[in-house]
């Protein structure tokens, strides 16, 4: 099917820095959809994943000390989009009940409902509750009055919405999660300039941290660091070197009408959708360090669980120089000449029992020039550490053996909306599970020569999403890009190794401060 683009079509394309073959590409994957991934079997313990012994934990962590002297390091965090989600449940209660005399409705009516009472009765258990306290007095209200009222509506609308706290249209990161004492209230941002302090200094005690965040929050960050970046410096003896980028309008992907012509708004013009989380591998592909941390915003840990996170990050950092010492070795033997039948085969197995490489059944065919440039090729990669949690419900992509589109095999983290749940042998590999990836990746993304990789080479553009949304009513196509830790990084060096499920604890709903995991040690003195 050709499509024809107005010249109003070629300007709005050429605003975005995207090329008509981008279009055309991505309508055919509206057509005719992505291909499934061919999982082989779940990646577990002992096959595919690393479960370390305290020792070889104890190992990793001191070559990682010794070794970030010289190491330039930095976090980077996704923190892009509002925390609308966290409130949605919040949002239908208003939704219900906005109107209703104050006190007389009744709340136990709809499953939302519950939720809601769990926040007030918990209220006071919340980071943010001295802003609400405050915020309502201003408005004339006493917030022990409200909660013996029952004025949630009020409660809500003060919380969420532009005459009051924004927590509804505020990105996540701009929140307060964390009460310690009564004196001190943390956001994420504040949080992951902690954890930057305690493992990610770099040379002339720096740390490095890089945020992705939406245009129109952009200064509310900045902001907001202007007041709390010296108070960090001050307690941690260090000094921050923050970075901001925004997802670039040419990742941004074509909305499709549900015959897969594009979607065209009221004015006329084509309606494009931001390209999911795969569009930050661009952001990625435009930093260059020796070690590169990911860590979502939302998954952050009290203090009192930060020895626990520190020690795993430098556990995962000391895997991944270790492992970059041998293939560096092996790549520079390549380039002198200096292999043999010993050596080669040495390279095959380092390839297949640590990098977990399945060869394809043409390797055998290549003679011993095309061997050598064949592990080359597959040595010469950016390298990801990945700490994998046992799975105990949480949602997030898994662990699998996958076939790569040159018939290796090889680790990937897969997404459930990549697999075909329609076949039955696939749905079987999925129930074997035992694992998912909560998003703690440490990066290798310079090679054997110092040189920075271009990230965008190591890509499966056939790993990408399409999911059904609805604009003023009516339903339109969504691609995204293959997603940051899964397609954009198929072609990476992969190890998986267990981490401890103290490291994980993200923020998807508001309630979810309430977990334990999110309690500082003052909450669990007067709790206990």
């Known amino acids: 099917m050709n499509i024809e683009l107005s010249i109003a079509d070629q300007e709005l394309l050429n605003d975005k820095s995207i090329s008509s073959e981008q279009i055309f590409s991505q309508l055919n994957y509206f057509r005719n959809g992505f291909p499934p991934m061919n999982i082989v079997r779940p990646a577990i313990k002992k096959d595919g994943i690393i479960k370390l012994s305290e020792s070889q934990k104890i190992s990793y962590e001191l ?25 949605k449940v919040m949002y239908e209660f208003l939704r219900k009940h906005r109107g209703t005399e104050v006190g007389q409705a009744d709340f136990t009516e709809y499953p939302s409902d519950h939720d809601v009472m769990v926040l007030f009765d ?22 022990d009055d409200l909660l013996t009222q029952r004025a949630y509506v009020q409660m809500l609308e003060t919380l969420l919405e532009g005459d009051g706290m924004e927590y509804g249209s505020l990105p996540k990161g701009l929140l307060k999660f964390h009460k310690y004492g009564e004196s001190e209230m943390r956001t994420p941002v504040e949080e992951h300039l902690v954890e930057g302090a305690m493992y990610g200094k770099s040379t002339g005690n720096v740390v490095k941290i890089h945020f992705t965040v939406s245009p129109e929050h952009m200064e509310r960050f900045q902001k907001h660091l202007e007041v709390v970046q010296p108070i960090y410096e001050e307690r941690f003896h260090t000094s921050f070197e923050i970075t901001f980028s925004v997802q670039k309008p040419a990742t941004d992907t074509i909305a499709a009408t549900m015959d897969n012509k594009p979607f065209r708004m009221e004015n006329g013009k084509i309606l494009f959708r931001p390209g999911g989380h795969g569009a930050l591998i661009e952001n990625l592909n435009d930093l260059d360090s020796d070690i590169i941390f990911i860590k979502n915003i939302d998954n952050v840990q009290p203090d009192r669980l930060k020895p626990d ?40 197995n380092f390839l297949k029992e640590d990098l977990y490489t399945v060869f394809p059944k043409s390797y055998q065919d290549l003679s011993d020039e095309g061997k050598l440039e064949y592990l080359h090729t597959k040595l010469n990669r950016p ?126 709903k508001v309630n979810d401060l309430l977990r334990r995991a999110h309690w500082t040690k003052d909450q669990l003195f007067l709790l206990s």
């Open 63 to 87: 070559q990682y000390d010794a070794a970030i002297e010289n190491k330039e390091v930095m976090k980077f965090v996704p923190a892009s989009g509002a925390a609308t989600r966290m409130f």
């Open 122 to 143: 918990r209220i006071k258990d919340f980071a943010f509750y001295y802003d609400l306290k405050e915020m309502l007095a201003e408005k004339g209200g006493d917030i």
């Open 309 to 348: 996170v520190e020690f795993n990050k430098k556990v995962l950092a000391g895997v991944l120089i270790s492992y970059q010492k041998k293939v560096f070795k092996y790549l520079n033997l390549i380039d002198e000449g200096n292999v043999g039948f010993e050596l080669r085969s040495e390279m095959e």
């Open 383 to 508: 390298i990801r550490v990945s700490g994998m949690v046992k799975n105990e419900g949480e949602p997030g992509g898994g662990p699998f053996w996958a076939v790569n589109p040159d018939g290796s095999i090889s680790l990937q983290i897969v997404e459930s909306a990549q697999i075909d749940m329609n076949d039955p042998a696939k749905v079987a590999v999925v129930e074997q599970a035992t694992h998912f990836n909560p998003v703690d990746l440490v990066c290798g993304v310079r090679n054997y020569k110092g040189e920075k990789f271009n990230l965008l080479d190591f890509r499966d553009s056939d790993t990408g999403f399409i999911a059904i949304k609805s604009r003023n009513g009516e339903e339109v196509k969504s691609q995204e890009l293959p997603g940051l830790w899964n397609g954009a990084m198929s072609d990476w060096n992969t190890i998986f190794v267990e981490a401890p499920a103290a490291t994980f604890s993200p923020v998807k």
